[in-house]
């Protein structure tokens, strides 16, 4: 913790304290994006868990609460991310996508998981026990964009879109809205946004 700079953080708290599932997804698959884990804990990640800012918990309880209805849940993939992780990430992905990919799905100038106000969410099959898929695996980043699968002719991809319509409904619903750069799973928290 030393590498990090205190004052710049705010009051984070784990989600697994309150009943949500996830994980982080940066400590789980550091290796796919050439990242060590000890650079991870330079950043001032601590470990696999997913921080938010506890103001943002009782939207997200809601937003379980919805999903449970259908056996469903909530999964946080990332909360939290530190000024130095972002650099760092950047940093990665402008050697792996190249600069233009980078820029387009990653807001390093606003930096909104900085705040503690942002997340990025998937839906959790709880008889199934596993994410449930919304997106397709093979396709490529620009894939991550909200839309990307509007006018899909294949069965798959309009439930991909179907999928991601009823979380951003959901996610709006509750408080939240996409980000600047439009992916599916990025909603930062709207209170915030005044701010930023
Ligand atoms: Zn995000």
């Not at 930096?111 to 839906?123: E, K, N, T």
């Not at 991550?144 to 991809?157: H, S």
Request: charged share 30%; proline share 4%.
């Amino acid at each position: 913790m030393e590498h990090f700079e205190q004052e710049s953080k705010p009051r984070l708290i784990s989600i697994a304290e309150h009943g949500l599932l996830g994980s982080s997804f940066y400590w789980s698959r550091y290796a796919d994006y050439s990242l060590t884990k000890e650079e991870l804990l330079e950043t001032g990640m601590m470990d696999d868990q997913v921080y938010v800012a506890p103001e943002i918990v009782p939207a997200l309880t809601a937003v379980n609460a919805e999903l449970q209805k259908r056996n469903w849940q909530l999964y946080l993939r990332e909360g939290y991310r530190s000024p130095e992780l972002y650099k760092l990430l950047y940093q990665k992905r402008v050697e792996k996508f190249g600069q233009a990919m980078t820029d387009k799905l990653m807001n390093i100038d606003d930096m909104p998981h900085a705040s503690g106000h942002a997340v990025d969410v998937g839906i959790w099959d709880s008889h199934q026990e596993q994410e449930i898929r919304l997106r397709k695996p093979d396709d490529g980043p620009e894939s991550l964009i909200y839309g990307f699968y509007q006018d899909a002719n294949d069965l798959e991809g309009q439930r991909c879109q179907e999928l991601q319509e009823y979380l951003v409904d959901l996610m709006q619903s509750h408080g939240f809205e996409l980000g600047k750069k439009n992916e599916f799973f990025h909603f930062n928290y709207r209170s915030d946004n005044e701010d930023i």
